[in-house]
């Protein structure tokens, strides 16, 4: 037993004498030194889009303006038949509406085509800001450039429903007919057209029927999409026309019109085709508001004096544009300014443009009404930026020109 306990024991040291040696252990890697920080570059400054930089123009030109040049960028007014050149520069009026008589010489022979752009060519070498120069070009009862046959051979524009029932399967007629006149206007330097209509009538014995399609609003609105698209393309200004919708009313020419539908009758009817409108033109459309007093809305002032269909406008159809009044001389509103003093109210309401021919007694009255507080110089500034901002869109203001420094 002995000897068999001291052989395995004497094996066992064997073994363990064999067995190699433990390796020794490796000392561990130096740490890596941590890269050394570079500084981080700026990332380079984005270049400004062309949106903004056409916002920093018009913010340039607005801030080296006189209060009496930002106001008389806010009166689009009738061309006078006498010292339009004069008042140009004297006003510092914002643009020129023209009518029938301003296509015709002093014996009423109408001008040719030459003749009409030199002269209103004249108007804008009078003007510091170019001017807008807008006509009532509807078609049909309200037409004033195309009764002379020198810059529309083809004779008088058509109204939308002889469009309609004549030429209603010949494409988009509406589209096509709204490019020759833009193009026709544009060529002898109008650049601002007071159309469409978007006003929603059926009943052929209202006042505004005829100027309207005659269908539904859903038919008005495809109408209104179809010729402020194309007015847009050609490069024309657009006027959306009457806000809020002037229905079946009375004529406000010579009268208060009072519309008492519901609220309901314009977010559903009304209002569509100038949603089209708007959509179609972007920042080439201006917005023209009635003198209908809207019940619903404000039952105690007309629609182109009051705050709250403004705000509707503003508000209920995101409308950041130029909004002008109808003509200021209409009968409709003679009666509701105090002093006389309606292109205040006018502009207080929130429009931009006010349409009258009585600027020369109206552009003190502004002034007046801003230099005593009860009109806000941010409502002027607000309003010239705008117009601004729309004759930029149209062409006339261009980023590169120096800013006003008289």
């Known amino acids: ?80 038949e006498v010292s339009a050149l004069e008042d ?24 040719t085509a030459e003749q009409v752009t030199e002269k209103i060519q004249s108007y804008q070498d009078a003007a510091l800001i170019p001017l807008l120069i807008g006509v009532d070009e509807e078609g049909g009862s309200v037409a004033r450039a195309s009764w002379n046959p ?43 057209n007071l159309a469409p209509v978007c006003d929603v009538s059926m009943d052929p014995g209202s006042f505004i029927y005829d100027r309207t399609l005659g269908l539904d609003a859903a038919a008005q609105a495809d109408y209104a999409e179809s010729v402020v698209s194309a007015m847009a393309e050609s490069g024309i200004g657009s006027v959306l026309k009457h806000f809020p919708g002037y229905g079946d009313n009375a004529d406000t020419h010579t009268g208060i019109a009072l519309d008492e539908r519901p609220m309901e009758a314009f977010l559903e009817g009304d209002f569509l085709p100038f949603r089209a409108g708007l959509a179609a033109g972007g920042r080439t459309t201006a917005v023209l508001v009635s003198h209908n007093i809207v019940s619903c809305m404000d039952p105690d002032l007309p629609a182109s004096l009051s705050p709250a269909v403004h705000e509707i406008l503003r508000q209920e159809l995101d409308f950041d544009g130029v909004v002008m009044t109808d003509d200021l001389a209409m009968k409709a509103v003679a009666d ?8 205040v109210m006018a502009l207080a309401a929130g429009n931009d443009l006010l349409i009258t021919g009585d600027y020369r007694s109206q552009i003190p009255k502004v002034l007046e009404a801003v230099e005593n507080g009860a009109l806000s110089e941010t409502v002027v500034d607000g309003a010239c930026r705008r117009v601004l901002a729309w004759k930029q869109a149209l062409g006339l203001i261009h980023i590169g020109v120096a800013t006003l420094s008289q």
């Open 150 to 192: 020198n810059l529309f051979p083809g004779g008088k524009c058509r109204s939308p429903q002889w469009l309609l029932n004549h030429r209603g399967g010949e494409g988009d007629v509406f589209a096509k007919d709204a490019w020759e006149k833009s193009t026709a206007l544009l060529g002898c330097g109008v650049n601002v």
């Open 1 to 80: 037993m002995r000897r068999t306990f001291a052989a395995a024991l004497a094996a066992l040291l064997l073994l363990s004498a064999c067995a190699a040696p433990p390796a020794p252990e490796e000392d561990p890697l130096p740490p890596v030194p941590p890269a050394e920080e570079l500084p981080q570059e700026p990332p380079a400054p984005l270049e400004p889009t062309e949106e903004e930089l056409a916002a920093d123009r018009v913010e340039a030109l607005l801030s080296s303006m006189t209060l009496e040049e930002k106001v008389g960028q806010l009166f689009f007014v009738r061309c006078p």
């Open 88 to 111: 140009v520069a004297a006003c510092r009026l914002g643009g020129y509406l023209l009518f029938g008589r301003d296509f015709k010489d002093s014996a009423g022979a109408y001008l």
């Open 336 to 343: 509701y300014a105090k002093d006389g003093a309606v292109a």
